[in-house]
């Protein structure tokens, strides 16, 4: 994790990134099975995803693409196929379940901050467990990583202290002090409102601009989706496969006047149907269910 | 808002009052302290009520009037036997509650996160756990050598169940992502106890520990009844309402009585501040 690949970085004008975080999903297919009852959850998923790609996962509610991301992250396990990461084995036929590991880190959909930590001792846990750093110097650099955030006001509040955009920009700072190859969003702005959910769009697109993470960023709000990624992977509705692909050419960094130009407009329309389609398809599968 | 009338008259700008100008603006407490004074008053116009205006009011009407029972109480707080009583209750009461505490915890700990221990363990608890403390009473006798270790050990047992199952429900309720984020973040077995599950059950510790000291109270107090205040051990505050009983002074049980819900609350308090104290994250209402 020491070596972080500049000098890739700087000749490879084509990737994006650091030379570091491509996944490559491959043919992914998870079943569960509680009680002998199989349901598929994803049904043969093939995914290339750069170094330092903002992917965005669409789909409907329900529709497998969290447990693809608990796939990768390694809490789940999958059931055919094999996702690499930087050409490395994460899981496989061989080994169904990724370990889990400070390269890929989750910032999960309810958040997921420590209650009974402040935001500086969630933020300086992963370096202290680990043992990389001293417990001083993980809280000096955790003081300095959310003062860079806009957080150094309230380093010392509790999580249940701050507002949620607070905190979930907190989680991220906390993910990202772990010099992650990969950030796992799980859809983690659902519960904002309009206005609080395009400032955290502003804060992680200056966060993605100064270190170039990859992201794996799941939503079920299209505009959200083009407005951050740099390619739009519509998800069909259980089981979940690739319906559709919409790559977004927009250059960065992007701000919110964004949101109104012809050219985000035109993506829109371009994604709406393939969306349209699979939420009809996932709303009438649900009352067959319950019917 | 009466706050700020009261204080816009010496000073437009309040900077400091002292803890007990405070104290005495608190409306909780005051409302408190009407509440007991009705209550009192109440009390004491429904057990004269036959004296005063002829009539019984029923069932309140056959209590010794507040009055009584505090002419009692003066009488009685001079005795040292009173005082030997509340103390030896206490000791009893935070004896068997500690032991409860010090295994209880370890063992609804190791019921939530190991599952070989849960399986072996669990059902001998479950059968155990619906027998009442009091049926214990008889076994404990026979168990332990002497009258003053059976009824710890009744109050252990009346505390130990309820601050098991609290620990193992607490620990098994902690959010699946806190555990998973600190896994990612390269925590490990002993971490993600020390510093996850353990703050993560700890609300649920002091639920138990409030439930379990109520029950202990209740278990001692039948205890000592039980007993019967033998040579070894003495008084208490259940042997204390029994003998009352015995003697026929009725406002002393009601002083008793009192005197009980007095050390219940002393103690919930102290478990309460406990709580307080060691849980900075969750003083935030």
């Known amino acids: 994790m020491a070596a972080k690949a500049k000098t890739t970085a700087g000749k490879k004008t084509q990737s994006r990134g650091t030379g570091r975080g491509a996944i490559s999903i491959r043919n992914v297919t998870k079943i569960y099975d509680p009680e002998g009852v199989n349901v598929m959850a994803v049904d043969n998923c093939s995914m290339e995803i750069e170094s330092g790609e903002v992917c965005m996962i669409v789909g409907p509610s329900g529709c497998g693409k969290t447990t693809l991301l608990n796939v990768i992250a390694g809490f789940h396990s999958l059931t055919f196929g094999e996702i690499y990461l930087d050409d490395e084995l994460l899981c496989g036929p061989d080994k169904p379940l990724a370990d889990q590991g400070a390269d890929r880190m989750v910032v999960f959909q309810n958040g997921a901050l420590f209650p009974w930590k402040s935001l500086l001792d969630n933020v300086a846990y992963g370096p202290i467990v680990q043992g990389v750093m001293s417990k001083s110097d993980a809280r000096d650099k955790a003081r300095d990583n959310l003062a860079e955030a806009g957080l150094g006001e309230v380093a010392d509040k509790f999580p249940g202290e701050v507002s949620s955009g607070m905190a979930r920009r907190a989680e991220i700072v906390r993910a990202l002090i772990n010099d992650p190859k990969v950030l796992l969003l799980d859809e983690p702005y659902r519960a904002m409102d309009a206005l609080t959910k395009s400032i955290m769009h502003e804060s992680l697109l200056e966060v993605y601009d100064r270190t170039k993470v990859t992201i794996f960023f799941i939503t079920h709000d299209l505009e959200e989706a083009i407005f951050l990624g740099d390619r739009v992977v519509v998800m069909t509705t259980r089981p979940a496969r690739t319906k559709k692909v919409v790559d977004v050419k927009i250059p960065r960094p992007r701000d919110y006047k964004l949101l109104s130009s012809e050219q985000f407009r035109v993506l829109v329309e371009e994604a709406k149907d393939a969306v349209h389609e699979e939420a009809i398809k996932a709303f009438e599968a649900g009352e067959r269910e319950l019917a | ?285």
């Open chain 2, 1 to 285: 808002m009466t706050d700020a009338v009261q204080s816009s008259h010496d000073t437009p700008f309040v900077v400091k009052r002292s803890r007990f100008r405070k104290l005495l603006d608190n409306k909780t407490l005051w409302r408190g302290v009407a509440a007991l004074v009705l209550f009192i008053l109440f009390w004491e116009v429904c057990s004269q009520a036959k004296p005063w205006f002829g009539f019984q009011v029923p069932w309140i009407g056959k209590i010794p009037p507040p009055s009584d029972v505090f002419t009692s109480w003066a009488d009685v707080v001079q005795r040292p036997g009173y005082w030997e009583s509340w103390y030896l209750s206490f000791f009893r009461v935070f004896f068997g509650f500690l032991i409860a505490q010090i295994i209880g915890i370890p063992f609804g700990l190791a019921l939530a996160v190991n599952k070989y221990f849960r399986d072996i363990f669990f059902p001998p608890f479950e059968i155990l756990r619906p027998i009442p403390p009091l049926a214990w009473v008889p076994a404990s006798i026979i168990f332990w050598p002497t009258t003053e270790l059976s009824i710890a050990f009744v109050t252990f047992l009346g505390a130990f169940f309820t601050i098991v199952i609290n620990v193992l429900g607490g620990a098994r309720t902690i959010d699946i992502q806190y555990l998973r984020a600190a896994q990612s973040m390269g925590a490990s077995q002993w971490d993600l106890f020390r510093k996850i599950i353990l703050p993560g059950t700890l609300p649920s510790i002091f639920t138990g520990a409030a439930v379990g000291m109520g029950i202990t109270w209740e278990v001692v107090l039948a205890a000592e009844m039980i007993s019967g205040g033998g040579q070894q051990s003495g008084g208490g505050l259940g042997f204390f309402i029994w003998s009352s009983y015995m003697g026929g002074s009725m406002p002393q049980v009601i002083v008793g009585m009192i005197s009980i819900g007095i050390a219940g609350y002393i103690s919930s308090s102290l478990i309460r501040y406990v709580g307080y104290v060691s849980m900075p994250w969750r003083r935030l209402f």
